[in-house]
């Protein structure tokens, strides 16, 4: 106590200006005098007043500490109990705060959000903690927390999140019995994490109300018995189910399925038994692993064929016997396939598979007699049959029969800018920033670590944070991901980095927010890491400079504190004038923000502003698609659904409608708004209006009659494209990409560019439609996609694919392919087989139809001699040429195209053609084909 005192007295006594200060304030200088590295403008009177870093007051009074991984040592004095308006206290990623949580913060009667993740906090969670009525967010994950949960966490009405992961709890999981509360009162909670502990005993049924509310359910790695209860199936709210890694036993309730909104279900190494559970009713199930269990041996389910979202298949060692049924490789989005240790006979053949985005298919140790390899996939494709029947043939080669190497020697991309000199600690970012960076530690478990592929991964990965961030709206610059390592439990550990924008440095509320932002959203990208989470290291720049770090003793403290005596005015005026300016920048910042709330992420009311865009109510919108019926569902995909609906006046609109808590969806709305907003051409599509209320988020656009080019040339639509009316497509769809790419500032790369992307309206006006992939090009002819190649297979630039740049080029590609398609009928990979390759090796262009009788489309009518043909054909494979810079512009490729339209004697200006006259419109009732599920990748 005496150094207190003498702290408390010496900090006192330079109180010159000011004689009145709260009880806060002895509480905040308590609090510090516990802590060692407390920000250094913790100086003066009154933290309000003075404006001390992380902390945030009203009316004098301290309302908010935020320091999260600021370097905090020290324990948590139980005086924080006095600052009694306090509502948020975020001391996460401190890894040296440590002791028990005090007891009397359950006096803390306003404390909203309660965050201490990755500290080491150790002793048991204080028994009373349900008298924190307002808590909504109680994070206490990665500490050291003993004892079981207490009972009184059910008195929190308003918990949302709810995260004990990785601490060493034990005991059973407490539930509501007469006078006793229990989880299953959290009916407004969205997250249970509570994976990596010690919890035993079985999973009581009354853990689970219909009334429920919970999208992430984790109770993965503990100790638990028993079976699942059947009342999870009533929790219709979930997204996330992890139950991996305890002694869980029966069979898998089979009203499971009724979950439609899960994308990731994780039941491995566990002891399930009966057969292997039937998913179908998880229309947007994405990442599923049922491996290491002891399910009844069966036939390879064909039930999985239906899981149309599928990314991720897991079922390692599940008895699994008999042929895996060809059904499997037509699932559009399946990337990794995981089947090792099963009984699988018969022959492995992919060939067939056109639109799959297959990367790897593990199934070493089965009994597969056959691969027909596919030279076309073996590049972008790992197979791995090690330990079948099949690599005891002669002819078997390494490409399958060996594991393959994951590639160790990581290349980072090239460089887009020349990296700096930066002083101090600062570093030179990802984009040739000198700034100081956030560091941490993210754990993640990819579903598959052998790949030659592995380096790529990498950078999908660090796309995916800079999404998160960007779709938060933290000031994040750039992220590093290092290449990874393996921790003892399997986990990879990789560093990550993440540069700020804006200043050179994070502030305290940023560096908190960022960690919120990777402890809850993590789900979103499991379909590629696995489950992931991140630990955060010490920041000690959150006021510009590096603050040497301070080890605790209060001797070294006091005398400090004399000896700066002398300076302390100047100091004191300084650091007044520095938190006034950071103040302002704050309160400005939150004037847009709003100090980030998870809260506020469901009830966004920020509604984008859109020219010519009519804003709908979402009564509007129920009426008129008669309450999203399923005959008004034409349509889905990552983000969510489509629907048809008719408007009052008789127009017919279709309906993106946003799943919620789809970040993925939350950016292909945001890119499709950010493009929409800014064009307006005949050739693209139109945007009627949208609909942000309640929660929701929907785009409403018009209703485009006749489908898309894919469904009239695969004859889906009923509509026959003569040669004519071909061309016609082509110069609209090529208006519209050049408009794109020539006179919007700034430009756009479509990035998707492909025939079921381009719409037909009733007088067959080609519509560029589908921006959600699409990137607006700022001042540099390249972007560097640090990233995922993104595109349909077929459609892919190989330049983009090799070099990761961006450029307007890749779009001319997907526009040469789509003439192709055109002047063939073909789809652009048809049996393992490239359109573009087929086309070039045919081609002789001394002969006759430049010897392609065998792959022209018979249905644009050859017995005369289509007019420009030929042409069309070398302005395709210009439009393929291997290298962008070789590939004509868009504008380029519609004056050609003009050409080619007064050569063949029609007018291109002339208004477009009529469909009536020679077939029927499609009818009302029927919805046009390119609404249906093609056109949404399900990645
Ligand atoms: C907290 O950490 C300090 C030094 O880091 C150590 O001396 C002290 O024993 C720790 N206290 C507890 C309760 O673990
Ligand atoms: C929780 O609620 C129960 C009954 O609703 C009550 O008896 C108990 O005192 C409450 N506990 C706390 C810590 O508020
Ligand atoms: C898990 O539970 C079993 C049986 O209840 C017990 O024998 C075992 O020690 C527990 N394991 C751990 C790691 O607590
Ligand atoms: C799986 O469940 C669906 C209903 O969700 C049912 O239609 C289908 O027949 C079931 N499949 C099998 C193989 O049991
Ligand atoms: C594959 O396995 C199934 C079931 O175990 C068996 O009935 C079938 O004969 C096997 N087929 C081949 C080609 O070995
Ligand atoms: C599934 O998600 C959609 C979109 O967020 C939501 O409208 C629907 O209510 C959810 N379903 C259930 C059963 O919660």
Redesign the pocket.
Request: charged share 0%; net charge neutral.
């Given at each position: 106590m005496c150094p207190k005192v003498l702290t408390f007295l010496l900090v006192a006594s330079f109180q010159i200006y000011t004689e009145t200060y709260g009880d806060d304030f002895t509480v905040m200088s308590i609090l510090k005098d516990a802590w060692v590295n407390t920000p250094r403008n913790w100086v003066g009177a009154d933290p309000c007043e003075g404006k001390w870093e992380g902390i945030s007051c009203k009316k004098s009074r301290v309302t908010s500490i935020t320091l999260a991984a600021v370097g905090l040592m020290g324990e948590l004095s139980g005086d924080i109990s006095s600052l009694s308006e306090l509502e948020v206290l975020d001391l996460s990623y401190n890894t040296r705060l440590n002791g028990t949580l005090p007891p009397s913060i359950v006096n803390l009667k306003k404390l909203k959000r309660l965050k201490l993740a990755g500290c080491s906090f150790s002793g048991p969670i204080p028994e009373?903690i349900?008298?924190l009525q307002l808590l909504e967010i109680l994070e206490l994950n990665s500490n050291r927390f003993t004892g079981s949960i207490p009972h009184?966490i059910g008195?929190l009405s308003k918990l949302v999140v709810l995260d004990l992961f990785n601490n060493l709890l034990d005991g059973s999981i407490p539930v509501s019995s007469g006078?006793t509360?229990g989880l299953d009162m959290l009916v407004n909670a969205l997250h249970f994490h509570l994976g990596r502990n010690r919890f035993s005993g079985a999973i009581p049924n009354e853990l689970f109300r219909s009334d429920m509310t919970l999208i992430h359910v984790l109770l993965h790695d503990n100790n638990l018995t028993g079976s699942i209860p059947s009342t999870l199936g009533l929790v219709h709210t979930l997204q996330a189910v992890r139950f991996e890694g305890n002694s869980l036993t029966g069979p898998v309730p089979s009203n499971l399925n009724n979950l439609i909104n899960v994308t990731t279900l994780i039941l491995s190494n566990n002891k399930f038994t009966g057969p292997v559970p039937n998913l179908t009713g998880m229309a947007y199930l994405s990442y599923l692993d049922l491996s290491n269990n002891s399910f009844d041996a069966s036939d390879f389910p064909l039930s999985f064929s239906n899981l149309r979202a599928l990314t991720t298949l897991m079922l390692e060692n599940t008895g699994l016997e008999g042929r895996i049924p060809p059904t499997l490789f037509d699932l559009p989005s399946l990337q990794t396939l995981i089947l090792r240790n099963n009984q699988l006979n018969g022959t492995l053949d992919v060939a067939t598979s056109s639109s799959s985005q297959l990367k790897v298919i593990d199934m070493r140790n089965n009994l597969i007699s056959f691969y027909p390899e596919s030279p076309e996939r073996r590049n972008n494709l790992d197979v791995i049959l090690v330990g079948n029947p099949v690599c005891a043939h002669p002819e078997a080669t390494e490409n399958y029969c060996a594991v393959p190497q994951a590639n160790s020697s990581y290349t980072r991309l090239p460089e887009k800018c020349v990296p700096l000199h930066c002083i101090s600690d600062q570093i030179s970012s990802p984009n040739c920033k000198c700034s100081y960076p956030y560091r941490g530690v993210l754990v993640f478990k990819p579903p598959f670590l052998e790949s030659r592929n592995s380096a790529y991964y990498v950078h999908l990965e660090e796309e995916s944070l800079m999404r998160s961030f960007k779709f938060h709206q933290l000031p994040v610059d750039s992220v590093e991901v290092n290449f990874p390592a393996k921790d003892s439990f399997g986990y990879l550990e990789s560093n990550l980095s993440m540069f700020p924008s804006g200043q050179d440095h994070f502030n305290t509320a940023t560096i908190s927010d960022i960690g919120f932002v990777l402890t809850l959203q993590t789900y979103e990208n499991s379909d590629i890491f696995g489950p992931t989470y991140f630990k955060g290291s010490p920041y000690p720049y959150f006021d510009g400079k590096p603050t040497v770090s301070k080890e605790l003793s209060s001797t070294v403290r006091i005398i400090g504190a004399a000896a700066g005596g002398a300076s302390f005015l100047l100091l004191l005026l300084l650091a007044g004038v520095c938190a006034y300016r950071q103040k302002k920048r704050r309160e400005s910042a939150s004037e847009q923000k709003n100090h980030f709330a998870y809260l506020d992420l469901k009830n966004s009311d920020s509604v984008p502003q859109l020219k010519g865009a009519r804003c709908f109510s979402f009564d509007e919108i129920t009426k008129c698609t008669n309450n999203f019926s399923e005959v008004n569902h034409i349509g889905s995909g990552g983000y969510g659904m489509v629907y048809r609906g008719m408007l009052p006046t008789g127009q017919l609109i279709a309906i993106k409608r946003r799943r919620q808590g789809s970040v993925q969806g939350g950016l292909e709305f945001n890119s499709e708004i950010e493009v929409l907003s800014r064009v307006h051409h005949k050739n693209v599509v139109n945007l009627v209006g949208f609909c942000f209320e309640r929660g929701e988020q929907m785009l409403i656009y018009e209703f485009v009659r006749n489908g898309s080019l894919m469904d009239s040339l695969s004859g889906l639509s009923g509509i026959w494209l003569d040669w004519r009316r071909r061309l016609k497509v082509a110069l609209g769809a090529a208006r519209g990409l050049a408009y794109l790419h020539e006179l919007v500032n700034p430009r756009i790369i479509h990035r998707d560019v492909k025939s079921a992307n381009i719409l037909l309206d009733e007088s067959l006006n080609a519509k560029v439609a589908d921006f959600g992939l699409s990137k607006p090009m700022d001042n540099s002819e390249l972007i560097l996609a640090t990233t995922q190649v993104k595109g349909t297979m077929g459609y892919i630039d190989p330049e983009y694919q090799k070099t990761l740049l961006l450029t307007e080029k890749s779009d001319v590609y997907g526009f040469g392919v789509v003439l192709l398609e055109l002047v063939s009928g073909r789809k652009p990979l048809e049996r393992g087989k490239y359109l573009v390759a087929e086309v070039s090796s045919l081609l002789d262009r001394k002969k006759d139809l430049y010897s392609l009788h065998e792959l022209l489309d018979p249905s644009i009518g050859l017995d005369t001699k289509p007019k420009g043909l030929d042409r069309i054909v070398d302005l395709a494979m210009k439009c393929v040429q291997e290298k962008g810079s070789d590939r004509p512009t868009m504008g380029e490729v519609v004056k050609e195209i003009e050409n080619i339209l007064h050569l063949a004697g029609l007018n291109p200006s002339a208004e477009s053609e009529s469909t009536s006259a020679s077939f029927e419109e499609a009818s009302q009732d029927e919805f046009p084909p390119s609404l249906k599920e093609e056109e949404f990748s399900l990645s």
């Open positions: 009373l349900g008298s009184s008195n006078n509360s």
